[in-house]
């Protein structure tokens, strides 16, 4: 089994900043691409920005140049520094992390989430 536990989220003024932040712990062999997600009060989730092993990145464009994700392997850690915060960034995020129990059993599993509130 594997646990994920996210903080950092908060009640932030527009043109602040958070850092989130995503521990994994449990049953891990290795852990592939970590992923963070948002969900607004009606509307689907969405992917924000993602990150391979090797450091590779891609963000969604209404965060591109605002937000950095980043991640520690040997800490099984991933982050995602929000600078400029919109009252849109508002909803709740989460990570998502591919974790290999083996070489060739791996699962998908998801944070708790956590609320960011960017107030105008």
């Known amino acids: 089994q594997v646990q994920l536990v996210e903080s950092g989220g908060g009640l932030v003024q527009t043109g602040g900043s958070l850092r989130l932040s995503c521990a994994a712990s449990?049953?891990?062999?290795?852990?592939?691409?970590m992923e963070w997600y948002r969900q607004a009060p009606g509307k689907q989730r969405e992917l924000v920005a993602s990150?391979?092993?090797?450091?590779?990145?891609n963000y969604a464009d209404s965060v591109k140049g605002r937000f950095t994700i980043s991640r520690d392997n040997a800490k099984n850690m991933v982050y995602l520094q929000m600078t400029t915060l919109k009252p849109e960034d508002t909803a709740v995020y989460y990570c998502?992390?591919?974790?290999?129990?083996?070489?060739?059993?791996?699962?998908?599993?998801w944070g708790q989430g956590t609320q960011v509130t960017v107030s105008s």
């Open positions: 998502n992390v591919l974790v290999l129990h083996s070489i060739s059993v791996n699962h998908n599993y």
């Open positions: 449990g049953s891990i062999f290795g852990i592939g691409v």
């Open positions: 990150i391979t092993r090797a450091g590779n990145t």
